[in-house]
């Protein structure tokens, strides 16, 4: 890592350098505590999806209030979160690579090791790997329930959880269920329509599996936008939001069931940026691009400016327009903005900056950060 280190713990907010990656920690903290309130008297159980922050530092936080684990999307996060003390793992992900699936394998010595599948031989090179490391995996079987990625059609479970009990190292481990497309959409009516036909599509897979003698115990899947609902289903076992630790621009857009905005989650994530140029009065040019925050789910907001909008992203330069009559931006200053889309924009950078108030009060690495292998 070439970065420098982009704060020190103490120094007031105000001093930090830009563009950084800011953690409102009051924020992030009381986002943790909602989530386990919202389960406290369910026994779904929680695991946060780690793609989201990519530190084991903030996986313990979620731990320590109740989750039972993470899920990764890649082996390289499991990697990272194994040796950042996380003991339970799951990877939401097909592992198709000889290497990787070595990896993981080795990965179980370590901690309790998940992987999803949704193809025979990629069953049985999990287990000849398991075999050769002398360790057990537990392997779902993933399901596509409208996502269009990875997974296989309901009625084709049973025959993938057959070649998985009569392995010699794997666990059938239950299914995977999650409807990504389903998280963004804008109303509750659209959101809670798309997981009742997912809810369906996973009835047909376990009554399958049930019907060749083998038992569903774990059904996982949901994120932030839909989480309520899979926990009400009386059939999933596990949700695995992400999103809801930071949330982003986009989330924001979501709306309940009575069309106010959802909020049940606060921003906790921002994009530190100083003003570096004011060419006209209706301009402000900030130096947070697309090389320090996401733009593929829209642009970012401009937190706590009235009437300046963020509208367009090049490389180091955002460009933000300013209503008439609202020229308090002056050169120097430095604002928050709220990234369109937390997870990649958390892969552009080294460090989190958590402040409390007006004070810098720790330094995260973002360790798995570009672990995408
Ligand atoms: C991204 C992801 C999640 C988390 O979704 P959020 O919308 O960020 O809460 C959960 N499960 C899987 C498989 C994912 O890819």
């Not at 731990?63 to 979160?81: D, F, L, P, R």
């Not at 999990?126 to 269009?148: K, N």
């Amino acid at each position: 890592m070439t970065s420098r280190i982009p704060a020190q713990v103490g120094m007031a907010l105000a001093e930090v350098e830009t563009p950084a990656l800011l953690i409102d920690l009051d924020a992030l903290e009381r986002n943790v505590e909602r989530l386990a309130s919202d389960l406290a008297s369910s026994d779904v159980r929680v695991r946060t999806h780690a793609k989201t922050h990519k530190s084991p530092a903030i996986a313990r936080l979620q731990i320590a209030a109740g989750a039972v684990g993470v899920c990764c999307q890649t082996v390289g996060e499991a990697e990272i979160m194994t040796q950042g003390g996380i003991d339970d793992v799951l990877v939401t992900n097909v592992v198709v690579d000889p290497a990787k699936i070595l990896r993981l394998a080795a990965l179980a010595r370590l901690c309790r090791v998940g992987v999803c599948v949704d193809d025979e031989s990629n069953v049985n090179a999990l287990d000849d790997a398991a075999e050769r490391m002398g360790v057990g995996l537990h392997v779902l079987v993933e399901i596509d329930v409208g996502s269009e990625q990875c997974g296989i059609a309901p009625d084709d479970a049973l025959s993938l959880g057959r070649t998985i009990t009569e392995s010699r190292r794997l666990r059938f481990g239950g299914l995977q269920a999650y409807h990504g497309r389903a998280q963004h959409l804008r109303t509750h009516q659209e959101r809670e329509a798309a997981v009742k036909r997912a809810i369906d599509l996973v009835k047909r897979a376990a009554a399958t599996l049930e019907r060749g003698g083998i038992q569903c115990e774990t059904i996982t899947g949901a994120g932030t936008g839909t989480y309520p609902i899979e926990v009400k289903s009386r059939l999933y076992t596990e949700i695995q939001p992400g999103s809801y630790v930071f949330m982003d621009a986009d989330y924001a857009k979501n709306r309940n069931r009575d069309g106010t905005a959802f909020d049940r989650f606060e921003n906790s994530l921002f994009v530190w940026t100083t003003v570096i140029s004011r060419p006209t009065p209706d301009r402000a040019i900030v130096n947070a691009g697309k090389k320090t925050v996401s733009v593929d789910s829209g642009m970012p907001l401009v937190h706590g400016v009235p009437r300046a909008t963020y509208a367009g992203a090049a490389d180091e330069h955002g460009r933000l327009v300013l209503s008439p009559n609202n020229e308090t931006l002056a050169v120097g200053e430095k604002i928050r903005l709220v990234p369109g889309h937390c997870d990649p924009t958390v892969n552009l950078f080294d460090w989190y900056v958590g402040y409390r108030g007006d004070r810098v009060e720790c330094l995260w690495p973002i360790e798995a950060r570009g672990a995408s292998i």
